[in-house]
């Protein structure tokens, strides 16, 4: 099992570069950097390849309605140079409060928006001189749409690998079944691994089915909080914000994609009221009302034991990469976090 940490997109990334070489030292195998409406993570990825040696790269999310199909495969073709193939395009919807809110975007289609995006993204890749007629992207522009000129180009570079990895971001069952068929990776959220089979079974196993063998088996990043000792039990608390906004905030009350996950894993009466105190204004209520048991089903907060059997759960569900959100103060104990989280996954 390999284990991978997201960034901070709250802040700069110059001090971060520092501590993700004290994390590569300690075995961290992948550095996620989110994009939501902060910094640009292509900048952050790119800075952090050039400090960096061996762990791999990954945009955690690049919203698809924010670039041009092509202008994504670009980016992803110059990250894994710079990075001497070491990026993974993490691709997502992100949501309407971002795409609309903050970049003017109709949030529309986006399961087959993301399918035709990966379909060009690999064309590019191979260099093919780049004809695409989809239902939501047409290159070249037809001349009844453009001024006529258009024509077919491909890549002038010669990539340093022609499938770089895919993963994809997604809940719903659909955009699941399109991770499953489609990309190499998928990365939920809030996974819980004993509840994982029942809400998402199903949607993987569809996809699978019309899995190209080729991708090889399918890559499973969850995305646990992260803190081991014997008195770290009360540190809980600090997830709950993090899941309240999301539950509770994150889209209108009758399209919350978070919401219906709670209430897949059995939280129905919880998320309505988390949503309810939330939506009206009261934060700090609505996180008390987050679960005590989701917050520890869905983390990996505890004595060394506990955390080790949490690990095995994750493993046994299927999950290949933790994708760690550490709670600690300072990077070296950030970095004793990682090796101990990487000596318990050895064991």
Not at 159 to 172: C, D, S, T
Not at 304 to 312: D, L, M, S, Y
Request: hydrophobic residues 45%; aromatic residues 8%.
């Amino acid at each position: 099992m390999r284990i991978g940490l997201g960034i901070n997109y709250a802040g700069g990334f110059k001090d971060v570069a520092a501590e993700v070489a004290d994390l590569e030292s300690a075995g961290i195998d992948i550095v996620f950097v989110p994009e939501a409406y902060s910094f640009d993570a292509v900048s952050a990825l790119g800075y952090l390849a050039a400090c960096t040696e061996r762990v791999q790269l990954a945009s955690g999310i690049l919203q698809i309605y924010t670039r041009t199909p092509t202008l994504t495969a670009m980016t992803a073709a110059g990250l894994d140079y710079v990075s001497d193939g070491r990026f993974i395009l993490g691709l997502g919807a992100s949501g309407p409060q971002v795409i609309e809110g903050f970049h003017g975007v109709p949030y529309d289609a986006p399961i087959a928006r993301t399918r035709e995006i990966i379909d060009i993204c690999r064309r590019v890749w191979r260099r093919e001189a780049l004809e695409f007629e989809g239902e939501h992207y047409t290159i070249p522009l037809p001349a009844d749409r453009g001024t006529g000129l258009g024509k077919s180009l491909k890549l002038i570079n010669h990539p340093v690998r022609e499938r770089i990895p895919i993963l994809l971001a997604a809940l719903g069952p659909k955009n699941v079944e399109l991770a499953a068929e489609a990309a190499e990776g998928w990365q939920p959220i809030f996974y819980l691994p004993e509840k994982a089979g029942e809400v998402w079974g199903d949607a993987l196993a569809a996809g699978q089915a019309k899995r190209d063998p080729a991708l090889g088996p399918l890559e499973v990043y969850a995305s646990p909080v992260l803190a081991i000792g014997d008195d770290v039990e009360p540190l809980r608390e600090f997830v709950k914000p993090h899941v309240a906004l999301y539950i509770g905030g994150m889209g209108a009350k009758e399209k919350n994609f978070y919401h219906r996950l709670a209430t897949r894993y059995g939280y129905g009466a919880q998320a309505d009221r988390i949503q309810e105190l939330y939506l009206a204004g009261e934060k700090d209520a609505a996180a008390k009302a987050v679960p005590d048991e989701l917050i520890r089903d869905i983390s990996l907060i505890g004595p060394a034991g506990f955390v080790k059997e949490r690990v095995q759960a994750f493993r046994e569900s299927g999950v290949t990469v933790l994708n760690v959100v550490p709670i600690a103060a300072t990077t070296a104990d950030r970095v004793k976090l990682i090796e101990q989280l990487r000596d318990l996954t050895n064991e």
